[in-house]
Structures are given as structure tokens and as C-alpha cells.
């Protein structure tokens, strides 16, 4: 059974910066997308940023030039740095890795963003 575990979230004043890391239990060598997700209060879950095994990443235009998704293949591993902390981006934040055809969750981190 892969594990996921999500850590690095906290309160931070507006403008601040975080790094979000999720360590898979597995190689994430082959896997073919990881991406954090968040979800709001009273809101759905959005994907926030994306990275495929080839490196290709992707991000939501309401992060773009803010956060940065990267991985580490060595250390089954997966970052989210968000810089320029808003408000609007208080949430839980999730962390998904798709292996095998199957898709697995971490069990989410806050994000609080307030002055």
C-alpha cells in the first residue's frame, strides 16, 4: 500500500512563503503525474500544480509565478514552494500521486495565510 505524508504547512503572514513536501512510501520514479491539490472551506477541491515523470509541470493561473512544483525521483518526494502568500490561499492542501493505473491521497496539511 503506497503512503503519502504531507508536511511544511502552517501559518504565515501575507506574503510570505512556504515549502510543502510529500514523501511518498514508494519510488515515484514511474509515476505519471503528481499534484497538490487544495480545498477551501465551503469550496471544492481544485488542482493547484501538476509535474509528469517527464518533468512537464503545470499550475493554476491564480498561483502562476507564485508556487513551484517540483519532485525528487531520489527521494520519492514531491515540493510545493508558494511565495507571495495570499489570503486567498488558505486551505488544506493534498498532495496526489497516480501509480499503477491507481491514485493515492495524503491526508491534506493547512495553510493559513494571516496577518
Known amino acids: 500500500q503506497v503512503q503519502l505524508v504531507e508536511s511544511g504547512g502552517g501559518l504565515v503572514q501575507p506574503g510570505g512563503s512556504l515549502r510543502l513536501s510529500c514523501a511518498v512510501s514508494g519510488s515515484i520514479s514511474s509515476a505519471n503525474f503528481m499534484g497538490w491539490y487544495r480545498q477551501a472551506p465551503g469550496k471544492q477541491r481544485e488542482l493547484v500544480a501538476s509535474?509528469?515523470?517527464?518533468?512537464?509541470?503545470k499550475s493554476t493561473d491564480s498561483v502562476k509565478g507564485r508556487f513551484t512544483i517540483s519532485r525528487d525521483n531520489a527521494k520519492n518526494t514531491v515540493y510545493l514552494q508558494m511565495n507571495s502568500l495570499e489570503p486567498d490561499d488558505t486551505a488544506v492542501y493534498y498532495c496526489?500521486?497516480?501509480?499503477?493505473?491507481?491514485?493515492?491521497w495524503g491526508q491534506g496539511t493547512q495553510v493559513t495565510v494571516s496577518s
Open positions: 509535474v509528469t515523470s517527464g518533468g512537464n509541470t
Open positions: 496526489k500521486v497516480i501509480l499503477g493505473g491507481r491514485q493515492y
